[in-house]
């Protein structure tokens, strides 16, 4: 028998929104990085800013925090060592590519350590169009933890981060962000990003490889934007890429002039991606709430972290955001948390808000 909580009748699938006043996550929240332990306990690190931060940086960035979990479902915050409560923050020298704002995209557990792979902006500005943007430029880099609460940084060739922007005219030019690793052999890794393409104002996913997971060297964009009339029409974000019997899955955030919406890409070998049509009314595999609807995520579904449960279900963490009436143009003004889907069977294409029961 399962019993539903009334607070999830109302927000299907809202699962944790910002944090208390004074917290480090007091204005927003988003980004989930999920990772079940062996003991059967659950850890989420994170990102969010409180409401002193920085508002020039128009994104949902700020600093690193953890959450835990006995099921994955009900959450409580972990206080850490840095500002607030944050267990990573922003570098404090200023040339560095992470020293004004930066979130999470992955944290792994290997060899007895834990690894986060995040990214970060610096102070430069930066034009895209008719906006002088502060804190765009982002690049990835890397931390490793003991505990998952203590971290410290690996230096990359790059003010301390692992890849640099490409060329004036490349796809990546503007950004790569978000980075989330796969080891596909002992001596291979890839390192899947998010590009933004400042002249044709689309968005994309590179892909560089290594010999040891810490030098990297791009291959170039493998996957682009989806047709004109797409959720995806104006490219791919943030995405989470794993291994699936024999073959790579990337969940991904399509973006539109009219929200954002969760797709679903396969690959035999991890580098040449096919677009698997969802069954949600704009194509994709977990849509935003319907437009007008009021609900806390009428806006955009995206930042996926996919969990594999043992009876061969799978969970969706992710981050919605409401509805403005402004789009795309100012991103603070959307109130972000992050929600729960359960997918049905394990059918990876067909999603169901958590509705509050244990399952």
């Known amino acids: 028998m399962t019993t539903t909580d009334p607070h999830h009748a109302r927000h299907p699938g809202l699962l944790l929104g910002p944090g208390p006043s004074g917290h480090w996550d007091d204005e927003r929240v988003s980004g989930p990085c999920v990772l079940r332990e062996p003991d059967g306990r659950w850890r989420m690190w994170y990102y969010g800013r409180d409401q002193g931060f920085d508002p020039e940086i128009n994104l949902p960035t700020g600093r690193v925090g953890l959450a835990e979990s006995e099921d994955g479902l009900h959450w409580e915050r972990v206080s850490g060592p840095l500002t607030q409560g944050a267990v990573l923050d ?7 590519f ?32 008719r906006f002088d943007v502060k804190g765009l430029k982002l690049r990835p880099g890397c931390a490793i933890s003991r505990d998952g609460v203590h971290w410290q940084r690996l230096d990359g060739p790059h003010q301390g981060a692992l890849l640099d922007f490409g060329g004036h005219s490349e796809f990546d030019a503007a950004t790569c962000g ?23 104002m689309v968005f994309g996913v590179g892909l560089a490889e290594s010999s040891d997971g810490l030098h990297w060297h791009k291959r170039g964009q493998v996957l682009g934007p989806g047709e004109p009339d797409a959720f995806d ?8 890429v794993l ?39 704009d194509g994709s595999v977990f849509a935003h ?24 279900s799978w969970r969706l963490y992710y981050v919605g955001s409401n509805e403005t009436g402004l789009g795309h143009s100012d991103e603070l003004k959307a109130r972000q948390q992050i929600g729960l889907a359960l997918s049905q069977g394990a059918d990876p294409t067909r999603w169901a808000r958590w509705d509050g029961s244990r399952r």
């Open 90 to 96: 922003v570098h404090p020298h200023p040339e560095r």
């Open 178 to 200: 978000w980075p989330q690793v796969v080891q596909v052999r002992t001596d291979l890794w890839r390192l899947y990003y998010h590009s933004l393409d400042p002249a044709r």
């Open 243 to 281: 291994r699936h019997q024999d073959r790579w899955l990337m969940f991904y955030e399509g973006v539109a002039g009219n929200g954002h919406s969760i797709g679903l890409a396969e690959s035999e070998d991890g580098v040449h991606w096919t677009r698997r049509p969802g069954p949600e009314p």
């Open 289 to 312: 709430a319907p437009s007008g609807s009021g609900a806390w995520d009428a806006f955009a579904v995206g930042a996926p972290c996919v969990v594999a449960m043992d009876d061969g």
């Open 98 to 129: 992470d020293s004004t704002h930066l979130g999470c995209s992955q944290v792994v557990r290997r060899d007895g350590l834990y690894w986060m792979w995040y990214f970060g902006g610096d102070h430069s500005r930066f034009r895209i169009g």
């Open 233 to 240: 029409a104006l490219g791919i974000g943030t995405r989470c």
